[in-house]
């Protein structure tokens, strides 16, 4: 064994006896005000907490000893709580969002990414043992098989490196082992529930060693959709995992694993409500849609959104249209071979290699208008593959006995993905004099009552094709030591230099104006198109209509009648100009180095004899995160950069042990400076062509402060607590003022003091467990409850100052959740049987997707799932 993988155990805290119970009912009533679950690592028999060991600095450590805010369960822990998807640990790990949806959304302390495009790189590294997960769609994992989850909060930019500005998840896997032995688990529940984890190890010889896990996880969702009687927000994972180990020698090792992952489900269906009535797409620029008869009142819109709404429908019910695409098709396959070697007893050397495919089905990754109706789409229409090879090689070692523990090493990964769009738009009408007052430049008023002519036209372009072809190649060399300069004084160093090349492709194919135009004015009802300046490409065909009886015929839907989604696709079907065909390429390379520096203290032990603190350790750390630029489409400017994001941690925190071992509590307090973060916002092209799109926020900055806590007051009851607050804020960020565009102006709104979105600035829970143990074996009750603060949903400037009025017009306002579980353990403790509730009150809350005030003038909002209940049993052999 590799000294530098043992503890130093003069850092470990050691049990004292006869502490005072004055402070045990000091402490009881602190938690009273904010526990929240953690891990619990209890020792029963004892009644002290056992050891936390974590792999946050690449080698095994107590994590009281770390400089680093870091959480950590265990499989049991996992298991104690229900946990099935790592989706769930937003629950009980502080400052932790995740959701799950067209996108996988992983923040932490405000830091993600929203919209999962190819493009755009997380912000939080997700690593399967050593190797990372550079895509959005496979980090969300089912926790079948796992020996540990560790959630690294803050910059990890020195030894993780890569898009890790809001930190890293790290999941391990049980590894195959010298015995025979296997488990099976399955489950059913309400909304067709069931489940199976099994898994077997099997030793080939006394040094190669086998394990495969199984993972089969369905329901039949719980959103009904009435257009098309599909059930949305449904599970059907699928996935095969086979782990190879071989012990070459004392001093050497291989492990293997092999992943299958097959995913066939519906997203979360969504509702629509109308937020605000001063959208461009309603009054802001009095846009009729089909069904509009008159332009001073229009109702088509709002209409159409609120049929989809929740007040309208009932609860658990949508109505997205008969051919909404919300299926989610996604295959995986990950080949991984790790290597150690113990090159002496001070020095091992490790070589981690990856590959990784995924081949997505086409998904309509959002609904403009909300409704039922086909107004406005975004399909990706083809499959989008993706693949990725990664080569790490690490150094680990130890020097001077042990006061030095260093890792170097270097980073390879080569990166390639496809994703294609489309992007429709129904037409549109305009009253004549609206038109006459935007070509004056003046904002657009109230139409008169019935209107005058109508023009009919695309306000946005009709139709866009488009398709990417990425090439990401990095590499990045990377150096951290800790140094203890005394027993008690540690200092660690750490420095990453990193080079990324991006590499974009982008073509795209538009609408046949001409041939639309024929189409139009051929039906004998519209007369010949004029130059109309509405913002969008596509806008200079505005068709009259010559029908007798003017607005009162509907001339809109007359006019988009003549363009319906014939092939069921989610797109409307408009001519394609061949002719538009553009090819373009865009190549840099980004460069950052991110260093880190920390310094801790443990108290002595002499200082705390006659204490109720058995150990205490104080930090302060100052690191760096990078997350790589990449190219932007924009209108007709093509391929534009967006910067590089970085991210700056100033962060103190302790570390206790107290009352023999009974009591933990963590805490940090950070300050962390955001420059050039990458949002999805609203912006313009150099002929004002506005699209939303992403750009750079300037600097922004995050405030907050951590506290975990885990308690055994006695050895069979366990308290689990946290909190986090933070404060978020952006302190440089414009962007265009979609009112003043449209009449020719080019303004700025400023956004600073603007909150994140997705994100709540506080989170707290509580969890309680206790066991009873006898003859009859164990039965332990436990519960949790959750809370979240408000969290805004939308992006544009109007639809933050809705949520400042009222949150639930765009965002989700604060809520808990209640989770139960009773499970049975058979006196040989290879049977448990478990009957749980999750979301025990029927709460009602929301997951996302987006608020849009300015341009549509939507709120589309999922919802988290309703009261679910079931049975487990888990077999071990």
Known sequence: MNNNNKLRHYRLPTARPNKSKIGHQCIAALLAAALMPSSSFANKSSGT?????????????????????????????????GISNTKELTKMIPSLEIREGQANQIYIRGIGERTGFARVDPAVGVYLDDLFLPRSDGQLLDTVDVQSIQVLRGPQGTLFGKNTTGGALVVSLIKPNDSHEAYVDVGAGNFGQRHLKAAINVPISDTFFSRVAVNINKNNGFIEDVSNGRSNSSIDRQSLLFQTRWEASESFSIDTQAFLGKVRENFPGANCNVPSNHALYIEGLWVAHPGDTDPSNLTAFRENCES???????????????????????????????????????????TVIGLRGEKEGPIQASDTDGGPALWGSYVNTEDSNRRSYSLELQLNGDAFSQRLNYTTGLF??????????????????????????IGLGEKPTRPVPGGTIPLIGFVGAPLIASEFDLANTTAALFAQGSFDLTQQLEITLGFRITAERRESELTTLEADMDAIGERITG???????????????????????????????????????LFPDANG??????????????????????????????????????????????????????????????????????????????????EIGFKVDAFDRSLRI??????????????????????????????????????????????????????????????????????????????????????????????????????????????????????DVSYKSAI?????????????????????????????????????????????V????????????????????????????????????????
């Not at 009932?314 to 299926?327: I, T």
């Not at 209640?818 to 009957?835: H, K």
């Open 569 to 650: 696709d989610a797109l409307l079907d408009y001519p394609v100009n061949p002719n538009s065909f553009r090819r373009e390429t865009r190549e840099e390379v980004f460069t950052q180095s991110t260093p880190m520096l920390s310094v801790s203290y443990t108290l002595p032990e002499q200082w705390l004899d006659g204490s109720f603190i058995d150990s205490s350790m104080l930090y302060a750390t100052w690191s760096r995160g990078f997350k790589s630029g990449f190219f932007e489409p924009r209108g007709i400017d093509g391929l534009q950069k967006i910067e590089p994001e970085v991210v700056t941690n100033h």
């Open 308 to 350: 989809n709404s929740r007040q309208r429908l009932g609860d658990l019910k949508s109505n997205e249209g008969e051919n909404a695409q919300l299926n989610k098709d996604l295959d995986t396959l990950l080949l991984a071979a790790t290597t150690e070697w113990e090159i002496s007893d001070s020095l091992s050397f490790k």
């Open 523 to 561: 039906s004998g009802l519209f007369g010949n198109g004029m130059t109309v300046g509405v913002f969008g490409p596509g806008a200079e065909g505005f068709y009259p209509y010559l029908g007798p009886l003017g607005w009162r015929d509907d001339p809109v839907s007359i006019a988009a009648a």
């Open 666 to 783: 963590n805490a940090a307090f950070y300050a962390m400076d955001f420059n050039d973060q990458q949002l999805i916002a609203v912006g313009a092209d150099s002929q004002q062509n506005i699209a939303v799109v992403f750009s750079n926020a300037g600097k922004s900055e995050i405030r907050g402060a951590e506290f975990e806590i885990n308690w055994l007051p006695l050895p069979a009851l366990a308290f689990n607590a946290a909190l986090s607050i933070n404060n978020y804020r952006y302190l440089e960020f414009t962007e265009l003022d979609l009112q003043a565009a449209v009449i020719g102006q080019e303004k700025r709104v400023d956004r600073t003091n603007e909150t994140f979105p997705v994100t709540p600035d506080k989170s707290a829970s509580i969890g309680v467990q206790y066991t009873w143990s006898g003859d009859f074996g164990e039965i332990s009750p436990r519960i």
């Open 838 to 877: 999750k979301n025990l009150s029927d709460e009602r809350y929301r997951i996302g997707v987006v608020a849009v005030a300015d341009s549509s003038g939507i709120y589309n909002q999922a919802y988290g799932e309703p009261r679910m209940f079931g049975i487990d049993i888990r077999k071990t052999y």
């Open 792 to 836: 805004f949903y939308g992006f544009d400037p109007g639809s933050y100052a809705i949520f400042k009025q009222d949150e639930e017009l765009a965002g989700q306002p604060a809520y808990a959740l209640i989770d139960a579980r009773l499970s049975w353990q058979n006196p040989a403790g290879d049977t448990t049987v478990s009957g749980w």
């Open 49 to 81: 907490l056992e050891e936390v060991l974590v792999t946050a600095r690449k080698r095994s450590e107590s994590m009281q000893t770390i400089p680093i805010a870091v959480s950590a369960l265990t499989g049991q822990d996992l298991l104690d709580r």
């Open 412 to 437: 390879l990964m080569h990166e390639t993905n496809t994703e294609n769009f489309t992007i429709t738009n129904t037409l549109r009408g305009l009253d004549a004099q609206t038109v006459g007052e």
